[in-house]
């Protein structure tokens, strides 16, 4: 309620009794300001008597200035010798301001005319400054401020109008009434400060009656700590909780007694956190519960308490109760916990997420904040399941847990939607680049091993991230989006982040449509294959074919490879496609020349299905096939992934069939997994063919590397790509065996494959002349 003008100056007391202490805080506050403003005062009189001393004779002003400093004598002494005053009329400070002003005034009737206008306003320009002092130093005495500025104000108009300087002195006029508008506001100010400061102070008497009374009548006790918050006054109470005595927790602080000893060693719960913070902050609380060792059993208490400050407003402590918690908390927690929580992590389930998530978007809706859903699927977790079994998978995901939770800050919530898969929810996301910063971390985190019974755990993680309300206004539609995100960040390599985008709906209703027009590609015969020649590269004679899977839909048309053959491998239609080419690839060159080879491009599906074998010798068994015309192509990236395959390769060399390692020198990894594979061949990537053609020296020794190394192996080595003769004769002259590309041949259909076959083996031509 803003207090009336007479209230403010203290012309009225209103309601109650709160005006004498009004009044002695107001005096107390004059205290350290009144020799302040007296003493302005007597330097703007030294100010006046040196710029007219020489205009004015001293019997001018002489009375002028003992007068001056006969009212601030007299101030001095009123206030030293009496009491504070029950009447704002007999106030020191009251009567000073009134005098002090009628002699400025006199300044101003007597001091200005004779000298001209520079010294008019040399007197002005001292009691405006007087004035703006007023309204700073005199707010606790508001009578006599207000006194003074009214009446120095008045009589500076009047002298400039009596001179005929009627605008000056409208302006002077202006500067008085903001003056004394702007004093009265800051006395105005200064109540309700008081005021607050009563209410204060009030209140903590009120609490102090009521904890001694809960003291001397409750079962629960108080506790008290001093402003370092150690514990001080500890009741006997309190100590035979503890099992100890009274003094013996007197000064040890209240967080330390409470962590026990976790407290040295940084291992705090987040109960004793949140009372740090508090405490900390200066701020009550009520009901925080913070678990308690107990004798060596886990208690829970309930803690409550406010700040205790002293009449200069200082803190002194925490005066709070506490109350035994420990059963009615357990039962609540294991209802919660199953109603809310993984039972494995501890984090928060999918069902609780999705209620996260539905708070933050609504408290955005009404107050303008962003919410960002981020799902993390952890990379090469199921190698650890089925190599190590789900024990030690499942106290991985406990330490994946941890990790991520670590990195959250106060607000955010980490869950566990299922398998390997989390989530996390930032409520308020001000800054975008925050979630992309917390992605990196949380990324960066998952790929540091993991150390799980003497067991050094590689994984890794992708995060994808959804923010409201730009990507989606309700759980459903932000949950969709952020699972786009994750599957970008799995198509982009894995181990990133990617922020939802529109164009990956989009992209994902594509893929919908091609996976349900795949599933019929078959028995629809849209499904082909062509061949691409390989040649010797010395001879230039034909040595087998390449097989390329190609699918021509009578909507889509032609769909590239790179786009359905991952749609086939995520909707596990790759078995049954793979199976298909495999036999029809068998088929078509069981009617080439004996030594003319078929290869196959093999998915990492295809290596891992167990049936593999058998859909091998199924193929070779109907088209009649020799073992060794067949060859299996697995990208180098494929091993990288999973280097359990290794033991599916002897396998299929156990069949008679070889295997080309494809890719090779793009898999950014060790070659350890060449020395427990045996292939027949290394294919080179195109990007070092057109290096080495191009005599980019890195490129050159790359080749030279691997045709070393794979002589050394016992392994053949072919080029792919050769698009023109330079490319040809460099890969040649490097030691390449034999030579793939359009130089040599494009894809053809199985007709023309075998045309070419048949004509080249009958007429020995060369496809590629070499001399």
Same mark, same amino acid.
Not at 396 to 408: C, Y
């Given at each position: ?47 006046? =008597? ?49 005098? !002090? ?11 200005? $005319? ?49 001179? %005929? ?156 109760? $506490? ?101 996390? =929810? ?69 181990? =990133? ?31 082909? !294959? ?124 156990? !069949? %008679? ?16 997994? !060449? ?97």
């Amino acid at each position: 309620m803003t207090p009336s003008w007479s209230y403010t100056l203290g012309l009225a007391r209103g309601r109650g009794d709160a005006y004498p202490a009004i009044a002695e805080m107001r005096a107390e506050a004059m205290k350290g300001r009144r020799l302040l403003w007296l003493g302005a005062n007597l330097a703007m009189m030294l100010a006046v =008597v040196a710029l007219r001393y020489r205009m004015l004779a001293w019997d001018a002003l002489m009375p002028w200035g003992a007068a001056i400093v006969g009212v601030e004598a007299l101030i001095l002494l009123g206030v030293w010798r009496a009491p504070p005053p029950q009447s704002p009329w007999r106030d020191p400070d009251v009567l000073g301001g009134l005098f !002090l002003g009628f002699c400025w005034a006199v300044a101003m009737a007597l001091f200005t $005319g004779p000298a001209g206008t520079p010294y008019s306003l040399s007197l002005l320009s001292i009691g405006g400054a007087l004035a703006a002092v007023a309204t700073v130093l005199m707010t606790p005495a508001p009578i006599g401020g207000l006194f003074f500025i009214v009446i120095i104000g008045t009589a500076a108009a009047a002298d400039v109008a009596m001179d %005929g300087r009627v605008m000056l002195a409208g302006m002077t006029g202006l500067f008085t009434t903001a003056v004394a508008a702007t004093f009265v506001a800051n006395a105005r100010q200064l109540i309700h400060r008081i005021t607050a400061e009563q209410a204060l102070a009030g209140k903590e008497e009120v609490v102090s009656l009521l904890l001694r009374e809960f003291e001397d009548t409750s079962a629960d006790w108080l506790w008290r700590t001093d402003a370092a918050k150690c514990l001080v006054d500890v009741s006997p109470r309190l100590a035979r909780l503890f099992n100890v005595k009274a003094r013996q927790l007197e000064g040890k602080p209240l967080l330390a007694v409470l962590a026990g000893e976790g407290w040295d060693h940084g291992d705090v719960a987040p109960g004793i956190r949140m009372l740090a913070d508090k405490l900390r902050l200066r701020e009550s609380f009520r009901d925080l519960v913070v678990p308690v060792m107990i004798g060596g059993e886990r208690r829970w208490w309930s803690l409550s308490a406010a700040p205790r400050r002293d009449e200069r407003g200082t803190l002194v402590g925490f005066w709070g109760v $506490g109350t035994d918690a420990t059963e009615r908390h357990r039962s609540a927690e294991k209802i919660d916990r199953m109603a809310r929580f993984d039972a494995l992590t501890g984090l928060a389930n999918r069902a609780h997420i999705i209620d996260r998530l539905g708070e933050a978007l609504r408290e955005g809706h009404h107050v303008g904040h962003r919410s960002t859903l981020m799902l993390i699927d952890l990379d090469r977790f199921k190698q650890v399941n089925d190599t190590l079994g789900h024990p030690i998978g499942d106290k991985l995901l406990i330490e994946v847990a941890n990790r991520i939770s670590a990195l959250l800050a106060p607000g955010d919530v980490c869950g566990r939607l299922g398998g390997d898969e989390f989530a996390v =929810v930032v409520p308020d996301v001000t800054d975008r680049d925050r979630v992309d910063v917390l992605a990196e971390r949380i990324v960066h985190v998952l790929s540091a091993p993991f150390e799980i019974e003497g067991n050094e755990l590689h994984i890794g993680g992708s995060v994808g991230s959804a923010t409201a309300p730009l990507d989606g206004r309700i759980v459903e539609t932000l949950l969709r989006n952020a699972d786009l995100a994750l599957y970008r960040a799995k198509d982009d390599g894995r181990g =990133v982040h990617r922020r939802y985008e529109p164009s990956l709906h989009a992209q994902a209703e594509n893929k919908r449509k091609i996976e349900i027009a795949l599933r019929d590609a078959l028995e629809r015969r849209e499904l082909s !294959l062509v061949y691409q020649p390989i040649v010797d590269a010395v001879k230039g004679r034909l040595t087998g074919f390449e097989a390329f899977l190609r699918w021509t839909h009578p909507e889509l048309g032609n769909v590239s490879p790179d786009i359905f053959i991952p749609v086939a491998e995520e909707a596990r239609l790759i078995g049954r496609i793979g199976d298909w080419v495999m036999h029809s690839a068998c088929r078509d060159a069981a009617t080439w020349p004996d030594h003319v080879r078929v290869s196959i491009n093999m998915a990492a599906a295809q290596l891992k299905d167990p049936q593999l074998p058998a859909t091998i010798i199924a193929a070779l068994s109907h088209s009649g096939l020799a073992a060794d015309r067949l060859e299996l192509e697995v990208a180098e990236e494929v091993f990288v992934r999973d280097g359990s395959l290794t033991e599916v390769v002897d396998k299929i060399l156990a !069949l %008679g069939v070889r295997i080309t390692l494809d890719d090779f020198g793009t898999g950014k990894s060790s070659l350890a997994y !060449l020395r427990k594979a045996r292939f027949s061949s290394i294919k080179i990537d195109r990007s070092f063919v057109r290096g080495a053609a191009s005599n980019g020296a890195e490129s050159v020794a790359i080749v030279r590397a691997i045709v070393a190394m794979a002589e050394s192996l016992g392994m053949a080595t072919i080029a792919e790509g050769a698009e023109t003769r330079n490319e040809f004769d460099k890969m040649r002259s490097l030691g390449c065996k034999q030579v793939q590309g359009w130089l040599v041949g494009q894809p053809v259909g199985p007709a023309e494959a075998a045309e070419i076959a048949h004509l080249r083996d009958r007429s020995e031509d060369r496809l590629v002349r070499v001399h």
